[in-house]
């Protein structure tokens, strides 16, 4: 499992030994059917303390004061290390959070602070217990979904789930919000600004120069500033300014295109608590289509990595196949945004990091982003704070690295199985149909929500293993058999 990126030589130091890790070894079967993202629940939000309110400005961020000097990794700063975080999604305000409860002063730069991020919205459960979010950000608790296929056979899934298990829906204006407020709470420096450029990414001693556009007090004319940190984390999406300025390489990517639609109460009654999921040739020719609940519509959408230009085509089937059960709606957001497809060839130079989409951590298969966003901001966090112990010493791009090299360690199977799984079961109607058929099973949908709901794969049933096995064989053998004689039919 060397690495996803080609990395330059680092002279290596002595490190302390990483401490007990769980790894995510998910089985194809198991990953399979980690399609089953979602969303639902009735938690109101009216009562939220984070709905509707914009984050305000933030702390002066220019400290003429303060040495930036940066010594030899391991040196002492007599100073508080600073990390500028660029991004205020689920993995910078992670991150800015981790990095200012661990003794560093972090800068959280964000430019859109009330931003819709185009997004499905589902989080796994053990990210509410992991991450410590309130039930207030919770839209919808899904507890039971419809996988459809080509044919419109609709299966149910979440069978097997407890009183107590859920899929959290929620909307990323919301979640986001409520995530920089936190960071902020506990020492964070919110910056309403638009980062620029880097210069020199730290490969030398000397500090790390950003530039960006400060957008204080609602200006709608950004005041070029620059200012002087000794890390960097990159967590500004797909579209990454900082991953340009560090030759992180490019990525394929998908196009997500979502509307948002207001549908009457009796309508909005029936996915209280279910999401459904579309596939098919005419909702996207690689991914799947969904509806999802939120706090009072439903997000309906679509994505495509190999053709982008007609997703709009994909979007109208997409509407045209929920079309009966989101009658009289009306849509009030439009949204599209890329999604990457794999990790970027290059996540570190010098003291310049990424996490989120703008490393490439979205799955394959499940288009899952969210939950990987934080946990990678996190231990982006985690690693600079353990490395400079509590924010009093230097470090360099070896400790950066620590972060990676436990990354990979513990999702890189994740991401390797369902970028198989998409291509075996999203290449043709039939391959689709032999999918949805599988997810019919008890043991698929058991072991489908274990992986996702908690991360973690726990040691199945060996005998229904090998069912389980033969029944994919046996899936994938009908599918082609029907996909070829497809392709040799003669029309009359």
């Given at each position: 499992f060397a690495s996803w990126e080609q990395r330059p030589s680092v002279q290596s130091r002595t490190r302390p030994s990483p401490g007990r890790r769980t790894t995510h070894r998910p089985t194809t079967v198991t990953m399979a059917s980690s399609l089953?993202?979602?969303?639902?629940?009735?938690?109101?939000?009216?009562?939220?303390?984070?709905?509707?309110?914009?984050?305000?400005?933030?702390?002066?961020?220019?400290?003429?004061?303060?040495?930036?000097?940066?010594?030899?990794?391991?040196?002492?700063?007599?100073?508080k290390l600073r990390v500028a975080v660029v991004g205020g999604g689920p993995a910078g305000a992670c991150a800015a959070e981790t990095l200012a409860k661990g003794g560093c002063e972090a800068f959280l730069i964000e430019?859109?602070?009330d931003?819709?991020?185009?997004?499905?919205?589902?989080?796994?459960?053990?990210?509410?217990?992991e991450?410590?979010?309130?039930?207030e950000i919770i839209d919808r608790?899904?507890?039971?979904?419809?996988?459809?296929?080509?044919?419109?056979?609709?299966?149910?899934?979440?069978?097997?789930?407890n009183d107590k298990e859920y899929i959290g829906m929620c909307r990323r204006e919301v979640m986001d919000d409520f995530l920089r407020r936190r960071a902020k709470s506990v020492g964070a420096n919110l910056?309403?600004?638009?980062?620029?450029?880097?210069?020199d990414p730290g490969i030398g001693n000397g500090a790390i120069t950003i530039q960006y556009n400060d957008y204080e007090g609602d200006s709608k004319v950004g005041v070029p500033k620059t200012m002087e940190v000794d890390v960097v984390i990159g967590a500004d999406g797909a579209n990454s300014r900082v991953a340009k300025n560090i030759d992180a390489g490019e990525y394929d990517y998908a196009i997500a295109f979502q509307e948002r639609i207001k549908i009457p109460d009796e309508k909005m009654e029936y996915y209280k608590d279910l999401a459904e999921m579309y596939v098919g040739d005419d909702v996207s020719p690689d991914f799947y289509g969904w509806v999802f609940p939120k706090y009072d519509h439903v997000a309906v959408g679509t994505g495509t990595v190999v053709n982008k230009t007609a997703i709009k085509t994909y979007q109208a089937a997409m509407r045209k196949r929920a079309e009966e059960k989101c009658a009289g709606g009306k849509i009030i957001r439009v949204e599209a945004h890329p999604i990457p497809e794999h990790p970027r060839p290059r996540r570190v130079q010098g003291r310049v990091t990424l996490v989120g989409d703008a490393a490439g951590y979205v799955t394959k298969c499940s288009g899952e982003g969210i939950y990987f966003a934080a946990k990678s901001g996190r231990m982006a966090a985690e690693a600079v704070?353990?490395?400079?112990?509590?924010?009093?010493?230097?470090?360099?791009?070896?400790?950066?690295r620590s972060y990676l090299d436990k990354w990979d360690r513990k999702y890189w199977a994740t991401y390797k199985?369902?970028?198989?799984?998409?291509?075996?079961?999203?290449?043709?109607n039939p391959a689709r149909e032999a999918f949805v058929e599988m997810c019919a099973d008890e043991y698929v949908q058991k072991m489908t929500f274990d992986s996702y709901l908690y991360k973690t794969v726990v040691p199945g049933n060996p005998i229904d293993d090998i069912k389980l096995l033969g029944n994919t064989i046996a899936s994938v053998v009908r599918a082609n058999a029907l996909r070829n004689a497809g392709k040799s039919a003669v029309p009359m």
């Open positions: 089953a993202m979602a969303s639902a629940s009735n938690a109101s939000l009216k009562s939220s303390n984070f709905h509707g309110k914009k984050v305000v400005s933030r702390a002066k961020a220019s400290s003429s004061v303060v040495n930036t000097q940066v010594v030899a990794a391991g040196a002492p700063l007599g100073r430019r859109k602070m931003n819709c991020k185009p997004c499905g919205g589902a989080i796994p459960l053990c990210m509410v217990g991450f410590d979010l309130p039930e608790k899904v507890t039971k979904m419809k996988m459809i296929s080509p044919s419109n056979r609709a299966v149910d899934v979440g069978q097997t789930l910056i309403n600004g638009l980062f620029m450029k880097l210069e704070v353990e490395k400079s112990k509590n924010g009093t010493l230097a470090v360099d791009e070896a400790d950066l199985v369902l970028d198989i799984l998409q291509k075996v079961f999203y290449r043709s």
